[in-house]
């Protein structure tokens, strides 16, 4: 294992964005010489391999292609760059987005001068103007060192989510990624829910760069944009399949009614916001469907203090809906409020 940071970039028809992406990372302040960046074009239509291809040749020693020959989605993407990730550290950046030109160094030193599992930088949307500086500040506060060392302190980290669960505004270590045996579920979307909640199992050392790194471009075609697609139900898939991995890991024996607070905040608050805003058919059975599988996995989901320390009072109305069997019309009326 070497020195270098693995960036790894799944590239799906990002043709019109994938120049962007890739500029602001061979311009790092860093330099090159630590930077790996690993390309996984996931089947795409478009140029994106033309594109791609003439980036590997300016930079041959910097820039690794691979070429998936079916679409595997960002998940599958993600685990195969992991797999020719050879760094000790690892980053993730989506192939619409770019960073700030001092967003690795920064990153790369908070690792090596506060021994970190993960180092976690601001993010912002962003439209691709130019004019983002102009309503927001670029730093957000101080930066500081969040240190995990008991079973308390990690029962508030969990509960608190003061991390957040994506993996785009982070540096990993490559030995913590291997130790948690983190990877990403594969051929569905939501996918860096499972693997940003069960860092918080495991990271012992974070360190908070209050500062804007990363810009998330604000896409119209993007995963979490686009209105009225099928896979936006991948989220109930996967925040299952993570409470299954956290039983299989034994983690409920000490984190229990952290668990279940981020299975009802992922599941269940979020996937009613994800039926308001991404769907304009009213999902009635399948909001149904969550509830029965709400009391089934945590029967006893009334009884979490959490709902009442943590949740707001608008969240603690809609977790009060779970037992009700409201009909139809009074979900359409729920549907519209969250709209609003």
């Not at 998940?75 to 030109?101: P, V």
């Not at 977790?319 to 409201?326: M, P, S």
Request: charged content about 25%.
């Amino acid at each position: 294992m070497n020195d270098k940071i693995n960036v790894i970039v799944p590239c799906y028809n990002v043709e019109k964005y994938i120049d962007r992406c890739l500029d602001s990372v061979v311009g790092q302040t860093i330099g090159l010489d630590k930077l790996e960046i690993i390309c996984v074009n996931d089947a795409s239509t478009d140029g994106t391999w033309d594109r791609l291809s003439a980036w590997e040749k300016r930079y041959p020693l910097n820039i690794r292609l691979i070429n998936c020959p079916r679409n595997g989605a960002q998940g599958r993407a993600r685990n195969i760059g992991l797999s020719h990730a050879f760094g000790s550290y690892i980053t993730f950046l989506d192939a619409d987005d770019w960073m700030e030109k001092d967003a690795y160094e920064r990153a790369w030193r908070a690792m090596k001068d506060y021994n970190c599992d993960i180092v976690r930088y601001g993010w912002i949307r962003d439209d691709g103007t130019g004019n983002i500086w102009d309503t927001q500040a670029r730093q957000r506060g101080e930066d500081y060192l969040l240190v995990i060392d008991s079973v308390q302190e990690r029962r508030k980290f969990l509960a608190t989510d003061i991390m957040d669960h994506l993996c785009v505004n982070k540096m990993y270590t490559a030995d913590f990624i291997r130790k948690s045996r983190l990877s990403f579920p594969e051929g569905c979307k939501y996918e860096d829910i499972y693997w940003g909640v069960l860092a918080y199992y495991y990271a012992d050392r974070v360190y908070f760069v209050n500062e804007i790194m990363y810009h998330y471009y604000v896409n119209p075609a993007s995963t979490v944009m686009t209105t009225d697609i099928p896979y936006h139900l991948d989220r109930f898939y996967v925040v299952r399949m993570l409470w299954q991995e956290c039983e299989r890991r034994g983690l409920l024996e000490n984190y229990r009614q952290e668990t279940e607070l981020n299975f009802l905040i992922h599941y269940y608050l979020n996937g009613l916001k994800m039926m308001a805003l991404c769907y304009s058919e009213l999902k009635y059975q399948e909001f149904q469907e969550i509830c029965k599988r709400v009391r089934e996995i945590i029967s006893q989901y009334r009884e979490n203090p959490y709902i009442k320390e943590i949740l707001s009072e608008m969240e603690q109305l809609e977790i009060a809906l779970i037992g009700q069997n409201i009909s139809q019309e009074e979900f359409a009326q729920v549907m519209n409020l969250l709209r609003g």
